[in-house]
């Protein structure tokens, strides 16, 4: 009986690996590969090692790769009749890539829902806590002129009390923190608390970009706007809230010390550049220099209500009347949501 015992727990992780490998093959629209599989029975976890995925149709450009996936039981929440797990990945790292095969108009802009069957089937527990370290999500062009890879690093995820074994008594008893270097120069701060088990969405969330390096953005403006930006920082102030099907917050972006590259006196660059001058200049509040608004958020998730012109108004009352404080207002909680209109 021991000498069974041993050699099944010796068999167990190429039986393990055969069963993921399987799984994603399984898959019609991507192709995955688990490297290894390492397996702890004293918590109840196994690991998959290596994995990459690739899209069916851009085979060029991984569509995910992780060094490591931890997957074990919480033991706690067991003991309570709860079966619950928790999901820790370290250096996980997402290509979004647009127009990768102009031939066949494919892309891989986004996550397809059969990729969501798959992850399931290979951790077939309610999540409770998730986590990242050291992650990064890229977004790639090489159709554009120039290329771009405009990328999240360094970025770290923690999300506890998912599936709701704790904490009942709360309106909103989950929390999610993002943070990550954004466009290799600033940081993001992303916090949001938000209650699982509604049918709606039902979440207060917080998010801050600061010090991003607009120079590091210039092969974007290039690439869509057909001007170089030679010098200027960005940072965004977000809040939002959301209950009953309705929504309602604002995001308050800043431009400071903006500073665009001439081109020669012709053709659509110059015109561009010239005008994206022009409206700095006019836009930019002389005490602060800075061009910032505030663009009010407000409806359901059925139909939004994005306030433009309260953003226009905004830009000339900070460049004409007052700046902007770059900072949270602090005024959006779950209690104001109105309710969504049927």
Not at 20 to 40: P, R
Request: with cysteine; glycine share 6%.
């Amino acid at each position: 009986m021991l000498l069974t015992l041993i050699v099944f727990r010796l068999l167990l992780p190429t039986l393990v690996l055969n069963y993921a490998n399987e799984k994603l093959a399984s898959n019609k629209d991507y192709q995955g590969h688990i490297e290894k599989i390492g397996i702890s029975l004293w918590r109840g976890a196994y690991q998959i090692k290596n994995l990459t995925i690739l899209k069916v149709d851009v085979p060029s450009v991984p569509f995910f790769t992780c060094q490591m996936i931890d997957l074990s039981i919480e033991w706690m929440p067991l003991l309570r009749g709860a079966l619950v797990g928790n999901v820790a990945l370290t250096r996980p790292i997402i290509h979004f890539v647009k127009d990768a095969a102009k031939a066949k108009d494919k892309s891989q802009s986004k996550m397809d829902m059969s990729w969501e069957r798959t992850a399931i089937e290979l951790m077939p527990l309610t999540i409770h806590r998730f986590s990242v370290s050291n992650g990064e999500v890229h977004y790639q062009t090489f159709n554009t002129k120039p290329p771009l890879d405009l990328a999240l690093s360094t970025i770290s995820v923690v999300a506890t009390n998912i599936s709701n074994v704790k904490q009942r008594g709360k309106v909103l008893p989950s929390a999610v923190k993002i943070l990550a270097t954004c466009f290799d120069s600033g940081t993001l701060d992303f916090q949001m608390t938000f209650d699982p088990l509604k049918i709606e969405p039902t979440f207060e969330l917080k998010q801050t970009i600061q010090g991003v390096q607009l120079v590091k953005l210039t092969d974007f403006f290039e690439a869509y706007a057909k001007f170089k930006v030679k010098g200027g920082v960005f940072d965004m102030y977000t809040e939002i809230a959301a209950k009953d099907g309705g929504f309602l917050g604002y995001v308050k972006p800043f431009f400071q010390n903006i500073e665009v590259e001439k081109h020669e006196r012709k053709g659509m660059r110059w015109i561009w550049a010239e005008a994206t001058a022009a409206a700095t200049w006019l836009l930019t509040n002389p005490q602060k220099d800075q061009v910032a608004t505030k663009i009010s958020l407000k409806g359901s998730f059925e139909k939004t209500d994005v306030g433009i012109w309260k953003a226009v108004t905004g830009l000339l009352r900070n460049a004409f009347i007052r700046a902007l404080a770059p900072a949270f207002d602090g005024k959006v909680h779950i209690a104001d949501v109105p309710p969504a209109k049927e």
